[in-house]
């Protein structure tokens, strides 16, 4: 289960874990709910996942799309060096905010 942390009008989830195909249609779940209750900038907290697979790309993406056509925006953070590398070369920081860990 992901911890979700309302700040005002943003929102942070945390998966906490890997973010795969085993995993997703509970983090779609709660991702939706989030987003949902949320008005204004959506984060997810990538600390301690060390990897997504192409089915939680694709939960990621479909967040990103929701917010998108809503005009709200998508920040990741807290990624690992490899996670970094991975989203910046298929070029999907274009799209949304990306962070490595500090």
Sequence with gaps: MSK??????Q?????????????????KGELS???GES???????LKGVEMIDSVGLGVVIAAYNTLSQAGR???????????YAFFTNMRLHLRFDVEGAV
């Design 4 to 9: 979700i942390i309302n700040q005002g009008d």
């Design 11 to 27: 929102a942070i989830i945390r998966p906490g874990t890997d973010v795969v195909a085993s995993m997703t249609e509970a983090f």
């Design 73 to 83: 925006q998508l920040k990741l953070f807290n990624l690992n060096k490899e996670l």
């Design 33 to 35: 709910a989030a987003i």
């Design 39 to 45: 008005n204004g900038l959506f984060a997810i907290d």
